[in-house]
T-cell receptor, first 112, second 114 residues
Framework: GENVEQHPSTLSVQEGDSAVIKCTYS??????FPWYKQELGKRPQLIID?????GEKKDQRIAVTLNKTAKHFSLHITETQPEDSAVYFC???????????FGRGTSLIVHP | DVKVTQSSRYLVKRTGEKVFLECVQD?????MFWYRQDPGLGLRLIYF???????EKGDIPEGYSVSREKKERFSLILESASTNQTSMYLC?????????????FGEGSWLTVV
């Protein structure tokens, strides 16, 4: 089955810095890659996603890039703010077995 | 607004008790999931269901069972709770079958077994 590795497990940055979280996947048939943000005590919620026919997608301060050849995708957050502090999960899924496989999560801490 | 509701947010149960965690979704989604979330281990899939009365084991089904009698409701059952089942449990639903759909989570149920 699919295996998703996520790094780093913890990331500490100063407000205004950029943050990058990386994920690798094992199944080349995977074609959908969402990212979820989970604030303390709350449910994980989708923040951005990318499909395999696209190399990059942006939404204001967040962006996701996908390298299908290397089977990795990354979340980029620019100009980080304290409210970006949360646990971020990447996931991968594919048609025919649409159940997402999640990475272990990255705890992002943004220091004011 | 989509909604996945977990009826119990915080529970404290004794070892050996039978525990029911209930989840209801109002989006007419075919698929429902139960995850367990522990620090450093991420989201681990316990069971999922792709239709009424259908269920499939996930990665860590031992010690758990599930029930899906109606499309909107998916229950997680701990037949005899143990202290190593102290955790946060997340229910989720997903429209399917196709890749590219968003999975929606409930708020989570914090279970402490003493």
């Amino acid at each position: 089955g699919e295996n998703v590795e996520q790094h780093p497990s913890t990331l500490s940055v100063q407000e205004g810095d950029s943050a990058v979280i990386k994920c690798t996947y094992s199944d080349s048939a995977s074609n959908y890659f969402p990212w979820y943000k989970q604030e303390l005590g709350k449910r994980p919620q989708l923040i951005i996603d990318i499909r395999s026919n696209v190399g990059e997608k942006k939404d204001q301060r967040i962006a996701v890039t996908l390298n299908k050849t290397a089977k990795h995708f990354s979340l980029h957050i620019t100009e980080t703010q304290p409210e970006d502090s949360a646990v971020y999960f990447c996931a991968a899924s594919k048609g025919g077995s649409y159940i997402p496989t999640f990475g272990r999560g990255t705890s992002l801490i943004v220091h004011p | 607004d989509v909604k996945v509701t977990q009826s119990s947010r915080y529970l404290v149960k004794r070892t050996g008790e039978k525990v029911f965690l209930e989840c209801v979704q109002d989006m007419d989604h075919e698929n429902m999931f139960w995850y367990r979330q522990d620090p450093g281990l991420g989201l681990r899939l316990i069971y999922f269901s792709y239709d009424v009365k259908m269920k499939e084991k996930g990665d860590i089904p031992e010690g758990y069972s599930v029930s899906r009698e109606k499309k909107e409701r998916f229950s997680l059952i701990l037949e005899s709770a143990s202290t190593n089942q102290t955790s946060m449990y997340l229910c989720a639903s997903l429209r399917g079958p196709s890749s590219g759909n968003t999975i929606y989570f409930g708020e989570g149920s914090w279970l402490t077994v003493v």
